[in-house]
Structures are given as structure tokens and as C-alpha cells.
């Protein structure tokens, strides 16, 4: 075969039971496509017949960028014929065969795509019927596209009646095996055997006749749920277990309530993949805190200082020898507990002077409320005196009580301060 109409025939790359698939070039337009045509031999099937036309009845009513695109439908020497778009890449049963399937995520995000394409078809009162990993095309640009509506089931116009079996074995829900009616929630079943699938590598319901497979899809709980990827949830086989209920009203009603599920679980896996990359243990939720703040490093925060302009900074020298300056006892008005356990320096005030205030009072405040500020720090080795640059605002009032303590932790704060400055001049 050379040409059908203005389509020439370039090579087959498909091939089944009842009808084969042609790459083709469309030389008006100047574009590849694919044409599906049905076999010799069954060209004298009207059923057959009647269901090729059904497809192309059916995918002419449809426009997603998740289903494959016709473009023409006709007949060539009494052979009906459909042409679609050409598709660039493999289908799922290709990749499963080969153990070449996506990332995780990338496949948990083909599946929300297929979801939304048969929300589209649902809504329309379209059936598909055959939701298969053949019928799911990896694209090789990216992306991914439904196939083949064949068999799909029209709700006003079907060819089928109760007790026919229409399907592929693995992939068919009870209700089909049963003989009974369908609706969409069908194609949800076969969904949910298509997910398990692409997720662990394996069918849920395995048999090795027609009559045992179809007893475990009808009877029998899916197998242990075993994924290729640790980073997925557990609450995956719940929704696993949801599209694969036997009962239709147990299921999911709606293929959109999956894809909103498996957005979840896409989030959840990316965010695992981040953690890893960095490597970092992804804490459990109940761990994470968002309102948790990192303490400032007081030290880190110091300045560097200048021991020799540090030394005899103040009024009071140190000699050698002298472990606090003379004439001054830093712990005189301390208790014994205050002189043994001294306090932290992220627990000490020092005291300061407000600008302009002549008074001579001492207003406090701490280390952490200093490193707020961008023109004082914690020690000032440029000051001739033993007091800081005033705070922003004044400390609030405080009882006799506190004001006591603040006094002896301000000798204390003095001490350290000298102290530090002294080993600092030694260093050098």
C-alpha cells in the first residue's frame, strides 16, 4: 500500500488483532500522522465496523491536550480508516517491560494528566473502558497522551449490552467481569490497577487463567503494597485501596478527587527528593516548627578589637598580677552563690547612659537588645568611660527587687568586661 487519498504510507509501526497502524505523510499539509486501519479479515465484521466508526464519532468530540488528536476519518476501498496525530515516544507497557519507567515523580505526575483527561471524558459521557498501560503514550518531548477509545462506551448511543465483556483481562473491574452496567466509575478501577502498577512494578490482582484473575479482581484484596520509591507516603495505598474498593459507590466518585490526592503526594515526594539533595533527614511533620527563630551568636557578633588601644581604655588600669583593678572589689556586693555562678553574657546587663541626661543614672540593657542596633555593641573599646552608647528606648520601670539584681550583675558585667579586654592585650 502506497497512498491512501493524499496520506503516503511510510511504515508500520503497529500492529493487532483487528487492526493495524500506519506512519504516514500528509502531503497537502505537509506533516506526519498515524492511520488506523482495520485488517482484511474483518472487514466483514458490521459490529467491528460500527465500533471503528464509534471512535471516531467519539474522539471527534474531544479536545484536551491529554488525548491523542484526530484529524480525519474516512474509507479507502471499503476499508474504514482514522488519522491522528503522530506521536513521538513509547507507551507504558513498552516501559514496564523494559524497566525503563519515569522518575516517580514524573509518573505521579503523568497519572494527575491522564485523571484530568478522563474527568474531560466523564463529563462528556464518555466511558473509555480500556485504560491499560498500552493505551497510556509517553511522549518524547514530554508529557503524556491517552489512546485508543475503540471500546469506549457512549452514555446515549452504546454498542454493547449487558453480559458482553469488552477490556483487557488485567485491567477490567468487577462490574465488567460481573456482566453488570457500567458507568465512569469503571474506568476508575481500571485506573487504580494502572497506578499500583506504574508505582511497584507489579499488577495488585495476578492470576495465571482468565477465571482466576477475574476471581482475585472480583474477591480478592491487592497485594502487598511494595513501592519502587521509599520517598512515597504511606497514605499512597489508601488512595490505592479507594480506586480499587470492589464497589463502585466505595470508590473514588470522580477522577478529579485522584488527581487532587496524588497532587498531595507529588508535593510530598518533591519535597523529600529537595531534603536528600541536601542532605538532610526530612523531620516528621509534628517536628517542624514554622515559628521556630535561631538565637543570635553573641560572640560572633563582636568586633575586632585593637588590644593596644584596648589597654588603659579606662580610668582604671590593670597591672600584671592583678586580677581585678585596684581599690575595687567587683564581687563585694555579691552573694556567694552570685560570686560561683556567674551569669551568662546572654544573661547580663550593662549599664548605659542616655544621651543629654545629666543625672548621672544608669539605664540597663542586654546584650541581645545590642546587637538590634547597628551603632553599639557589646563592648566599645573606643569609649574613655565604663558605659555604653544609650538604647533606643529606655528600659521599662522596674521594683526594687530587680533593680538590686541588675546592680550586682552590672559590677559583675564590668569585671568581664575588663577581663576580656586584658586577655586580649596578652594574646598579642
Same mark, same amino acid.
Given at each position: 500500500?502506497?497512498?491512501?487519498?493524499?496520506?503516503?504510507?511510510?511504515?508500520?509501526?503497529?500492529q493487532?488483532?483487528?487492526?493495524?497502524?500506519?506512519k504516514?505523510?500528509?502531503?497537502?499539509?505537509?506533516?506526519?500522522?498515524?492511520?488506523?486501519?482495520?485488517?482484511?479479515?474483518?472487514?466483514?465484521?458490521?459490529k467491528?465496523?460500527?465500533?471503528?466508526?464509534?471512535?471516531?464519532?467519539?474522539?471527534?468530540?474531544?479536545?484536551?491536550?491529554?488525548?491523542?488528536?484526530?484529524?480525519?476519518?474516512?474509507?479507502?476501498?471499503?476499508?474504514?480508516?482514522?488519522?491522528?496525530?503522530?506521536?513521538?515516544?513509547?507507551?507504558f507497557?513498552?516501559?514496564?517491560?523494559?524497566d525503563?519507567?519515569?522518575?516517580?515523580e514524573?509518573?505521579?505526575?503523568?497519572?494527575?494528566?491522564?485523571?484530568?483527561?478522563?474527568?474531560?471524558?466523564?463529563?462528556?459521557?464518555?466511558?473509555?473502558?480500556?485504560?491499560?498501560?498500552?493505551?497510556?503514550?509517553?511522549?518524547?518531548?514530554?508529557?503524556?497522551?491517552l489512546?485508543d477509545?475503540?471500546?469506549?462506551?457512549?452514555?446515549?448511543?452504546?454498542?454493547t449490552?449487558?453480559?458482553?465483556?469488552?477490556?483487557?483481562?488485567?485491567?477490567?473491574?468487577?462490574?465488567?467481569?460481573?456482566?453488570?452496567?457500567?458507568?465512569h466509575?469503571?474506568?476508575?478501577?481500571?485506573?487504580?490497577?494502572?497506578?499500583?502498577?506504574?508505582?511497584?512494578?507489579?499488577?495488585p490482582?495476578?492470576?495465571e487463567?482468565?477465571?482466576?484473575?477475574?476471581?482475585?479482581?472480583?474477591?480478592?484484596?491487592?497485594?502487598?503494597?511494595?513501592?519502587?520509591?521509599?520517598?512515597?507516603?504511606?497514605f499512597?495505598f489508601?488512595?490505592l485501596e479507594?480506586?480499587?474498593?470492589?464497589?463502585?459507590?466505595?470508590?473514588?466518585?470522580t477522577? $478529579?478527587e485522584?488527581?487532587? /490526592?496524588l497532587? %498531595?503526594?507529588?508535593?510530598?515526594?518533591?519535597? #523529600? @527528593?529537595?531534603? *536528600?539533595?541536601?542532605?538532610?533527614?526530612?523531620?516528621?511533620?509534628?517536628?517542624?516548627?514554622?515559628?521556630?527563630?535561631?538565637?543570635?551568636?553573641?560572640?560572633?557578633?563582636?568586633p575586632?578589637?585593637d588590644?593596644?588601644?584596648t589597654?588603659?581604655?579606662?580610668?582604671?588600669?590593670?597591672k600584671?598580677?592583678?586580677?581585678?583593678?585596684?581599690?575595687?572589689?567587683?564581687?563585694?556586693?555579691?552573694?556567694?552563690?552570685?560570686?560561683?555562678t556567674?551569669?551568662?553574657?546572654?544573661?547580663?546587663?550593662?549599664?548605659?547612659?542616655k544621651?543629654?541626661?545629666s543625672?548621672?543614672?544608669?539605664?540597663?540593657?542586654?546584650?541581645q537588645?545590642?546587637?538590634?542596633?547597628?551603632?553599639?555593641?557589646?563592648?566599645?573599646?573606643?569609649?574613655?568611660?565604663?558605659?555604653?552608647?544609650a538604647?533606643?528606648?529606655?528600659?521599662?520601670?522596674?521594683?526594687? $527587687?530587680?533593680?538590686?539584681? /541588675?546592680?550586682? %550583675?552590672?559590677?559583675?558585667?564590668?569585671m568581664? #568586661? @575588663?577581663?576580656? *579586654?586584658?586577655?586580649?592585650?596578652?594574646?598579642?
Amino acid at each position: 500500500m502506497d497512498n491512501i487519498k493524499q496520506y503516503k504510507i511510510m511504515d508500520i509501526i503497529g500492529q493487532g488483532g483487528i487492526g493495524v497502524v500506519y506512519k504516514a505523510r500528509d502531503t497537502v499539509i505537509g506533516r506526519n500522522v498515524a492511520i488506523k486501519m482495520m485488517t482484511t479479515a474483518h472487514l466483514t465484521d458490521e459490529k467491528l465496523k460500527k465500533r471503528f466508526y464509534q471512535e471516531a464519532q467519539t474522539l471527534g468530540s474531544l479536545t484536551h491536550p491529554h488525548i491523542v488528536t484526530l484529524f480525519d476519518a474516512g474509507e479507502y476501498e471499503h476499508n474504514p480508516y482514522l488519522v491522528f496525530e503522530y506521536l513521538e515516544g513509547r507507551d507504558f507497557k513498552y516501559l514496564l517491560a523494559n524497566d525503563c519507567l519515569p522518575a516517580t515523580e514524573q509518573v505521579l505526575s503523568f497519572m494527575i494528566d491522564i485523571c484530568q483527561a478522563l474527568h474531560y471524558c466523564h463529563e462528556r459521557g464518555i466511558v473509555h473502558r480500556d485504560i491499560k498501560p498500552a493505551n497510556i503514550f509517553n511522549l518524547k518531548a514530554g508529557g503524556v497522551k491517552l489512546l485508543d477509545f475503540g471500546i469506549a462506551h457512549l452514555r446515549d448511543n452504546f454498542l454493547t449490552v449487558t453480559g458482553d465483556f469488552l477490556g483487557t483481562l488485567y485491567y477490567t473491574s468487577p462490574e465488567q467481569y460481573q456482566g453488570k452496567s457500567i458507568d465512569h466509575r469503571t474506568d476508575i478501577f481500571s485506573f487504580g490497577i494502572v497506578l499500583y502498577e506504574f508505582l511497584t512494578g507489579k499488577r495488585p490482582f495476578g492470576g495465571e487463567s482468565k477465571q482466576e484473575i477475574s476471581k482475585n479482581i472480583v474477591q480478592a484484596e491487592p497485594a502487598f503494597f511494595k513501592p519502587l520509591n521509599n520517598n512515597l507516603p504511606d497514605f499512597t495505598f489508601a488512595i490505592l485501596e479507594n480506586a480499587l474498593a470492589k464497589k463502585p459507590d466505595d470508590r473514588y466518585q470522580t477522577t $478529579l478527587e485522584i488527581a487532587q /490526592d496524588l497532587d %498531595r503526594v507529588l508535593q510530598i515526594v518533591k519535597y #523529600k @527528593k529537595s531534603r *536528600i539533595k541536601q542532605n538532610i533527614t526530612s523531620p516528621a511533620d509534628s517536628e517542624i516548627d514554622p515559628d521556630r527563630k535561631v538565637k543570635p551568636n553573641f560572640f560572633t557578633n563582636l568586633p575586632a578589637q585593637d588590644p593596644q588601644k584596648t589597654v588603659g581604655a579606662f580610668p582604671e588600669t590593670i597591672k600584671d598580677g592583678e586580677s581585678t583593678p585596684r581599690n575595687q572589689d567587683p564581687g563585694a556586693d555579691l552573694t556567694d552563690r552570685e560570686k560561683t555562678t556567674p551569669p551568662t553574657l546572654l544573661q547580663m546587663t550593662i549599664p548605659v547612659e542616655k544621651p543629654g541626661d545629666s543625672s548621672g543614672k544608669e539605664t540597663f540593657s542586654s546584650p541581645q537588645q545590642d546587637l538590634k542596633s547597628n551603632d553599639r555593641t557589646a563592648i566599645d573599646t573606643n569609649n574613655d568611660t565604663d558605659q555604653d552608647t544609650a538604647p533606643s528606648k529606655p528600659s521599662p520601670p522596674r521594683d526594687n $527587687l530587680e533593680a538590686t539584681v /541588675d546592680v550586682r %550583675r552590672n559590677k559583675f558585667a564590668r569585671m568581664m #568586661k @575588663k577581663f576580656l *579586654i586584658r586577655l586580649l592585650s596578652r594574646r598579642k
